[in-house]
């Protein structure tokens, strides 16, 4: 099992930054993908970034590349999301999630199998 706790969210103006962070626990010895996602009110969960933290790769969203940047410190087990010029359409609550042996950075929601419990994002006009 691996436990993953969200924290960071909060209310913030649009143009503003927020920077969320993931700390894995556990099981975590064959983890080597972290990624977050997303999901508004009557939406679908949806991929925003992920992270393969032993070789450093990334992929994002095409609706936040450029604003948004994944990173991690793997000595602490945590990644985190800084999110820079946000837009009322970030609103949602953010999830990160992992897969136990996952190499790859599937963007696809069904690839994870362990998730945190969400942290709300709100972003103000």
């Known amino acids: 099992q691996v436990q993953l706790v969200e924290s960071g969210g909060g209310l913030v103006q649009a143009g503003g930054s927020l920077r969320l962070s993931c700390a894995a626990s556990?099981?975590?010895?064959?983890?080597?993908?972290m990624a977050w996602f997303r999901q508004a009110p009557g939406k679908e969960r949806e991929f925003v970034a992920a992270?393969?933290?032993?070789?450093?790769?990334?992929r994002y969203a095409d609706s936040v590349k450029g604003r948004f940047t994944i990173s991690s410190d793997n000595a602490k087990n945590t990644v985190y999301l800084q999110m820079n010029s946000l837009k009322r359409e970030d609103t949602a609550i953010y999830y990160c999630a992992t897969g136990p042996g996952i190499t790859s950075l599937p963007v696809a929601a069904s690839a994870y199998d362990y998730w945190g419990q969400g942290t709300q994002v709100t972003v103000s006009s």
């Open positions: 992270i393969n933290w032993s070789e450093g790769s990334t």
């Open positions: 556990g099981r975590t010895f064959n983890v080597y993908v």
